[in-house]
């Protein structure tokens, strides 16, 4: 032992220690490059399109009661897949 030194004992217990490392980080980083200016143009097309209905939802509203009916579905012959 060296003078100033203190005496320390080595007893059996368990310590836990942290190791590191230097290890590298790369990291990408979104910046603005350039400025872009977007028109818009308005078109409205009209187009006729025909098909066979085949389910119809009716709501209506019963005589100014306040009270809403439901869907209401056609009374029109039933019709199968042959015909």
Do not use: C, F, W
């Not at 790369?26 to 143009?41: A, H, M, Y």
């Not at 097309?45 to 100014?64: A, F, L, M, N, P």
Request: no cysteine; net charge negative.
């Amino acid at each position: 032992m060296r003078p100033g030194e203190q005496e320390t004992r080595i007893e059996e217990a368990e310590q836990e220690v942290t190791l590191r490392a230097e290890r590298p980080t790369v990291s990408k980083k979104n910046v603005p490059v350039e400025r872009v200016r977007l028109e818009t143009e308005k078109v409205t097309e009209q187009q006729d399109v025909t098909d066979e209905v085949r389910k119809e939802r009716i709501e209506y509203d019963e005589g100014g009661t306040g009270r809403e009916g439901g869907p209401e579905r056609g009374r029109g012959p039933k019709r199968g897949p042959d015909q």
